[in-house]
């Protein structure tokens, strides 16, 4: 930009001297210094004419930590060759946005690959390639964007959570506690005599035959009637940045839970107040892991209803045969007694507590977990750099004694 303001105004100081003193050598000097811009111009212009830029994906979802792999390609379709160009890929999760400068022959192609590591969950935008072409003189930089954006998903990692045990009926050493169902379930626990009350939709034929008496079936619960988690995005809690951010923790806890709980068949629910209310009702199968991770993966830290409000809000949504999991890094207590109302009605409450003060918060998560104790709520510790899987094999603090479910869990 400098160099052309100084040509310019050699062109105006030429012009009126030509004018003023009629010497043909600033008419000479006008005439060459006026077609050394157009020319300028005109070749940086015609740098970037006939260009063809492809790039070639091979996914459009990925997982924290994976690796994307691209192939750029761009093209020469003139018999005019291209001396200085600039590929530039504007892909809004690269950290490093310098170009690669290559030259091009008459009809000539240069193809390079390239990777992108996703490092956070999130949407991103792949594209578009910007190809920036520069005159000799250095009088112009022209540039022109190729290709149309492209939506990229990015996962919040998982991890294997084998020896976690959230729901009321998981006990090590005596197998699995069911519970006894007034409704027909897909769990048949054993076969008893037939009472006046019971439904004739529950006799078993088979064992009427034998026995000579009419024999019904009996039900249970199974391993409990499903899972909700509600993960706390609201902004003003959050701490940390990048791949270290309570956020990012709160996400891979959110899906590696999912994950372990899904893979037993049990239906999985998720509640999140990000940016937006998003909620999934529980349902089974992988499918339902694929729309956990896409919501979490699309929901941002942004929230405005604090934890409390979104208890209050969603409270009636869980009945007895439910376990909610909250996961939080908020050092405030005003949701730990919305959360004890819901044990008193016989809802499964653990609370998954992200230790604010190891993510460079100002706050300590220590009153949240007294006071969690103090309500009789299972609960969790993550701090910054744990290994998810170890702590979540083990309760901070557990029930109280008088819940007859406490699970007891061992690495063992």
């Known amino acids: 930009m400098k160099r052309l303001i100084v040509f310019g105004v050699l062109a105006l100081l030429s012009f009126f001297y030509a004018l003023a003193t009629g010497f043909a050598l600033y008419y000479r000097a006008l005439y060459a210094l006026v077609i050394a811009i157009a020319g300028a111009w005109l070749w940086a212009r015609l740098s970037l004419y006939g260009l063809q830029v492809t790039v070639e994906r091979q996914i459009r979802r990925a997982t924290v930590g994976e690796n994307i792999d691209e192939r750029i390609t761009v093209r020469n379709q003139t018999p005019l060759p291209k ?4 590929v530039r890929d504007l892909t809004a999760m690269r950290s490093n946005t310098s170009g690669m400068v290559i030259s091009l022959g008459a009809r000539g192609f240069r193809s390079w690959q390239a990777k992108l590591k996703a490092e956070r969950r999130g949407v991103y935008l792949l594209g578009p390639v910007r190809v920036s072409s520069a005159d000799p003189l250095g009088l112009f930089t022209l540039s022109r964007d190729f290709l149309e954006p492209e939506e990229l998903v990015v996962y919040p990692r998982t991890v294997a959570l084998q020896h976690l045990r959230l729901l009321a009926t998981e006990t090590i050493g005596e197998g699995s506690i069911r519970l006894r169902s007034p409704q027909v379930t897909p769990h048949a626990a054993s076969i008893r005599e037939y009472t006046p009350s019971d ?41 940390g940045e990048g ?24 239906p999985v629910g998720l509640i999140v107040y990000g940016e937006n209310r998003s909620l999934l009702p529980p349902e089974r199968g992988e499918g339902q ?11 941002t830290a ?38 004890e109302e819901l044990t008193r009605r016989r809802v499964r409450v653990v609370a998954i507590v992200l230790d604010g003060s190891t993510f460079s918060a100002a706050g300590s998560s220590t009153r949240v977990v007294e006071a969690l104790a103090a309500a009789g709520i299972l609960t969790y510790i993550v701090r910054k750099g744990d290994d998810l899987e170890q702590v979540l094999a083990f309760a901070h603090a557990r029930t109280s004694t008088g819940d007859p479910f406490q699970p007891q869990a061992s690495l063992v």
């Open 289 to 299: 892991l694929r729309q956990v991770l896409e919501m979490l993966a699309r929901s």
């Open 199 to 239: 439904a004739l939709s529950r006799i078993h034929w088979p064992s009427t035959a034998r026995s000579g008496r009419l024999m019904v079936k009996d039900f249970d619960e199974g391993m409990g009637g499903g899972l909700w988690l509600l993960v706390d995005f609201h902004r003003a809690v959050q701490s």
């Open 83 to 86: 001396a200085w160009l600039e």
């Open 302 to 339: 942004e929230g405005r209803v604090p934890l409390d409000g979104v208890l209050a809000t969603e409270a009636n949504r869980f009945d007895r045969a439910t376990t909610v999991v909250i996961i939080t890094p908020t050092t405030q207590t005003q949701w730990v007694p919305l959360a």
């Open 243 to 266: 791949a270290d951010a309570t956020d990012e923790y709160a996400a891979t806890v959110a899906a590696s839970v999912a994950q372990r709980y899904l893979f037993t068949n049990l």
